[in-house]
């Protein structure tokens, strides 16, 4: 059996409230004034619902979203379908952190559509798939390496055990890949 193959759900869905499509990309903005950024998350539909108790607007039907999010100091998570929104908005908004998943970054036209915002520096990637077949492909290659470490993550569920991972040629490095592994 391989730790690949079982579910790991950290918590219950976290109460969110979906904004209207027209609300300005940045009133989601997060951090403070000199570290103000938006934060997109590319996720399958599907797992949205099931990471999500969505009340508010309704979300698009693609099988790929973009989604704003923020968390209020009240706790409260606000998401905003920006899916079909136009890069220059977003740009416009402040600058943009992505969590892409794996399964929406192997869709080559989601891909496609946000290509200028998942470089290296500015989007991480989350393992929704096995890492592992993706490796063994990647070391097919010989002058490619992964650089890897376990982190742990204190949240509101205790710690969870992250593996973040990067692929690298001598000259250059994949984005982050972050997966979790295990919840303490």
Not at 81 to 90: A, I, N, R, S
């Amino acid at each position: 059996m391989s730790v690949e193959s079982e579910t790991l759900v950290l918590e219950d869905p976290l109460p969110a409230v979906a904004l209207p499509p027209g609300t300005p990309p940045g009133a989601l903005a997060a951090g403070d004034a000199s570290r103000r950024h938006l934060f997109l998350a590319i996720r399958p539909r599907q797992a949205l619902l099931e990471q999500y108790r969505l009340r508010g607007a309704p979300i698009g039907d693609a099988a790929h979203l973009a989604v704003l999010r923020c968390q209020g100091d009240d706790g409260v998570v606000e998401l905003l379908d920006v899916t079909d929104l136009d890069l220059g908005q977003l740009a416009n908004a402040g600058p943009v952190i992505v969590s892409i998943a794996m399964s929406s970054l192997a869709d080559e036209a989601v891909q496609r559509h946000w290509q200028l915002l998942l470089s290296q520096n500015q989007a991480t990637v989350f393992c929704d798939l096995r890492p592992s077949v993706n490796i063994r492909g990647w070391l097919g290659d010989p002058d490619l390496r992964v650089r890897y470490t376990i982190v742990g993550v204190e949240g509101r569920v205790g710690t969870v055990r992250l593996l973040v991972f990067r692929i690298e040629d001598g000259t250059t490095t994949s984005r982050l890949y972050l997966t979790p592994v295990s919840r303490l």
